[in-house]
């Protein structure tokens, strides 16, 4: 079985996504500050959009791009919570 | 051909979302890591949204995948703010060599609040 040249490029970019998100991972363990972990979780769901659009292309099902709309969507307003929850909770 | 530029997208926003990754494991504070995270991951996304766009095609997937892009350009940098503003207002340390701290004492700690009285002085 053959692949073409963007089937290759997809697993290509499949694999750099899931080496980013392992180094992600190592950020969100060590992170020494609370605020350091939510960017490294925001920066995991940026990877997450960008590993389905690799599926996308990789299996030519366009219906995944409305789970990319919604996962960016959640991104966006899971990050605006959590960091008005830790503005409204100052340490003094 | 289209495949030929489709593949060069999508690789290249893949190495932008690597590279975010790679910064946001190496710089030295909350501050440059997400000037890392943020700007290099919504780049990446739309680069491979442009590669979906080209590879798949139809008037539907083009315009979802546009709106798409838009959506993350607008929303990427209010986040980002929002996570930066909350770090200053814990007092996050910033990094021993940073040059300057332009916030410093203009923030009203209380009803968070910014100012430039310190200008009027």
């Known amino acids: 079985m053959s692949y073409s040249l963007i089937e290759y490029a997809a697993f290509f970019s499949m694999l750099l996504i899931v080496l980013s998100l392992i180094i992600t991972f190592i950020r969100l363990v060590l992170g020494p500050s609370l605020p350091d972990r939510v960017v490294a979780l925001d920066l995991i769901t940026m990877l997450t959009v960008g590993f389905i659009i690799s599926y996308i292309i990789l299996t030519r099902e366009s219906v995944y791009l409305i789970a990319v709309m919604v996962v960016a969507l959640i991104a966006f307003l899971g990050t605006v919570a959590i960091a008005r929850y830790l503005e409204k909770r100052v340490l003094k | ?121």
């Open chain 2, 1 to 121: 051909m289209i495949e030929i530029i489709a593949s060069i997208f999508l690789i290249a926003g893949s190495i932008f979302m690597f590279l975010s990754a790679l910064g946001i494991l190496r710089f030295p504070d909350v501050f440059t890591r997400m000037h890392a995270a943020t700007k290099a991951s919504s780049f990446g996304c739309g680069l491979m949204l442009i590669a979906v766009m080209l590879h798949i095609g139809g008037a539907g997937i083009i315009i979802g995948a546009f709106l798409t892009i838009i959506f993350i350009f607008m929303t990427a940098p209010v986040a980002s703010h929002m996570i930066g503003r909350a770090a200053y207002f814990r007092g996050v340390r910033l990094w021993e060599k940073t040059v300057v701290d332009e916030l410093k004492d203009r923030y009203d700690l209380e009803k968070h609040t910014l100012s430039s009285k310190k200008d009027t002085k």
